[in-house]
């Protein structure tokens, strides 16, 4: 049996994969995963056994370029070609395909298994592009909702319209290309009737259209076997815990400043810190013994070793921080992340906070609610809580899908 899974975006969009991926062999399934060319990306999933079929450019490229809001519809275009290229010939005689990522590249992939006659699956790790009447959507770059455009449903049908304009053009052309009819509405095409959300059900519950017919598998998590290097693991048994300071592949363009920030915070609270270089390349600002960088690390070790853990705010950090029972101060830069901010606020196991540009006082503010004993007490109670079963239950719901399980 095989089993092509297809996804282009950042780190997040990619980690979920792996542990997935794993199950699936466990199952005996041949697996083929499509996503960006990155190095680390083909590193986490040949851990596990899994080749990486390479489609379209460097995702870290594309994110520290930060391109123009106007160039999307472009970059949108190149996505959708990529899957029809690449993904194509990838998923040639596979079993079942899962679709995930960019909305113009999970609707590419969809297409491809459109064409090739094998069942697919759209599967999201946050539900904010999934409709509900209980929040608005989330605006593409450029293309801000009228003000006067208040009523979630309202919003929604904008939201169909804005990405049916920034993608229907270059969908369609591919798709016509290889004799498929065009998409009327692609939000829903990608989405389709029984869309897959890969969160867990306590730290980010469904709440939605209940016709949608959401299946809500938990998170997919790696149980990753890599010890701590053995300079870090020095560095955490000479003190107290520290905390750790990182923003995964969010790239800063003002990261010097916000390393400095952050170290000089972190030490006004009287603790030492960890700092992950990431996508942000941030750095020590000095010499001195409290501080030690690292780079790709075990997070799943790491976490269960610091004090709180400030960060992004990406589904994949939010849930390995709380499922470490780590308390957590979330500094959102985009997208979907001030949403795993606000539910780490509201769940009392850490600090929100207020826009992606933290400055000494804001941030001195947040650890203090982080490191309350009180905010302990609850990530503790939190961490026993979050699901660790959701890649298991994902591959096999995968194999039903193709009628292979």
Not at 111 to 137: D, N
Request: charged fraction near 20%; proline fraction near 9%.
């Amino acid at each position: 049996m095989r089993v092509v899974l297809s996804t282009y975006g950042s780190r997040g969009d990619v980690e979920p994969l792996v542990g997935l991926a794993e199950q699936l062999r466990g199952l005996g399934a041949e697996v083929r995963v499509c996503a960006p060319p990155d190095e680390d990306f083909a590193q986490r999933l040949a851990s596990v056994g899994v080749p990486l079929v390479p489609v379209g450019q460097s995702a870290r490229a594309l994110t520290v370029a930060a391109p123009r809001p106007s160039s999307l519809p472009e970059r949108a275009a190149a996505l959708i070609a990529g899957q029809f290229d690449a993904v194509m010939a990838a998923a040639e005689g596979c079993d079942v395909l899962m679709a995930t990522g960019a909305m113009p590249a999970a609707a590419g992939a969809r297409s491809v298994a459109e064409k090739l006659g094998v069942p697919s699956v759209s599967v999201t790790f946050q539900q904010l592009t999934l409709p509900s009447p209980h929040r608005p959507p989330l605006a593409y770059p450029g293309r801000p909702f009228p003000p006067e455009a208040t009523d979630n449903r309202e919003l929604w049908e904008l939201d169909a319209r804005s990405i049916d304009a920034l993608f229907g053009e270059a969908l369609n052309a591919n798709r016509a290309s290889v004799g498929l009819p065009p998409v009327d509405g692609v939000r829903d095409y990608v989405i389709g009737d029984r869309p897959w959300l890969a969160t867990d059900p306590v730290l980010d519950p469904w709440r939605g259209e209940p016709g949608l017919g959401v299946v809500q598998t938990g998170a997919w998590i790696h149980a990753d076997p890599r010890p701590l290097p053995a300079g870090l693991a020095a560095f955490l048994d000479a003190g107290a815990p520290p905390v750790y300071v990182g923003f995964g592949s969010m790239a800063l363009h003002a990261s010097g400043d916000v390393a400095r920030v952050a170290i000089e915070a972190v030490r006004a609270q009287g603790r030492r810190v960890v700092v992950a270089g990431g996508w942000a390349d941030l750095a020590l600002v000095d010499d001195r013994d409290d501080c030690f960088a690292v780079g790709e690390v075990n997070q799943q070790a790491l976490f269960r070793r610091v004090a709180a853990v400030v960060h992004h705010g990406g589904a994949g950090t939010t849930t390995a921080a709380t499922r470490a029972g780590a308390p957590q101060v979330v500094v959102p830069q985009t997208a979907d992340q001030p949403y795993w901010a606000g539910r780490v606020a509201d769940l009392g196991i850490g600090a929100a906070h207020d826009g992606p540009a933290p400055t000494f006082a804001s941030l001195s503010a947040g650890l203090r609610t982080a490191l309350a004993p009180g905010t302990r007490a609850r990530a503790t109670v939190m961490a026993g809580r979050v699901r660790a079963d959701g890649a298991a239950l994902a591959a096999r719901l995968l194999l039903d899908t193709a009628g292979l399980h």
